[in-house]
């Protein structure tokens, strides 16, 4: 089936760097979607991009559509302690009626305040 | 409006036994889904539902069944639990058909069989 690699598995930072992780895949998708899950909770959607090129902002976070259809990132700007958590990356296409979501394996973040 | 909610949050089974996770929204949304989270990995589709009365496989079936009466619940069924099973669950529901602002997961069921 189809697999998406992101990478990095984990990242430790100090509070106030930029963040950058990123996604991709041996197959086109028609969205990509960032969310994030904090311990002991499911994810939550940060950004979703739905055209080859789209860069779109959601406060400090930035994400684009590779032009390929086969990649994405995520950057974090001044990263603060509520940041952390694991960053997943998925991608959809609406192939008949199902809607279905790719996930990655996630990027986990640490920031030392 | 509570979103999609899932029961119970944690439960721990014996080997060979059943049990059924809920799950529910409030949302009027058609599309509801079963993902399985294991440690250090990413979501992966057990089960999915785009409507009452229709539900199909998604990438990891075996050992579960599902049923979709009403719009609002969507419950996974663990017939026989084995210990690969031990995983945390995640229910999702969109409104489907490319709409995404509404794509919510429930705050996930953690099962441990042993």
């Known amino acids: 089936g189809q697999q998406l690699n992101q990478s990095p598995q984990s990242m430790f930072i100090q509070e106030g760097e930029d963040v950058s992780m990123n996604c991709t895949s041996s197959?086109?998708?028609?969205?990509w979607l960032w969310y994030k899950q904090d311990p002991g909770e499911g994810p939550v959607l940060l950004i979703a991009l739905y055209k080859a090129g789209e860069l779109t902002s959601n406060g400090r976070l930035t994400a684009q559509f590779g032009i390929t259809r086969k990649d994405s990132f995520l950057n974090i700007s001044a990263s603060i302690p509520s940041d952390v958590g694991i960053y997943f990356c998925?991608?959809?296409?609406?192939?008949?009626?199902?809607?279905?979501?790719?996930f990655g394996k996630g990027t986990k973040l640490s920031v030392k305040p | 409006n509570a979103g999609v909610t899932q029961t119970p949050k944690f439960r721990i089974l014996k080997i060979g036994q059943s049990m059924t996770l809920q799950c529910a929204q409030d949302m009027n949304h058609n599309y509801m889904y079963w993902y399985r989270q294991d440690p250090g990995m990413g979501l992966k589709l057990i089960y999915y539902?785009?409507?009452?009365?229709?539900?199909d496989k998604g990438e990891v079936p075996n050992g579960y069944n599902v049923s979709r009466s009403t719009t609002e619940d969507f419950p996974l069924r663990l017939e026989l639990a084995a210990p690969s099973q031990t995983s945390v669950y995640f229910c999702?529901?969109?409104?489907?058909?490319?709409?995404?602002?509404?794509?919510?997961f429930g705050s996930g069921t953690r099962l441990t069989v042993v």
């Open positions: 197959s086109i998708f028609n969205t």
């Open positions: 999702a529901s969109t409104y489907g058909g490319g709409s995404l602002d509404g794509y919510t």
């Open positions: 539902s785009v409507g009452a009365g229709i539900t």
């Open positions: 998925a991608g959809l296409n609406y192939g008949g009626s199902q809607g279905n979501l790719i």
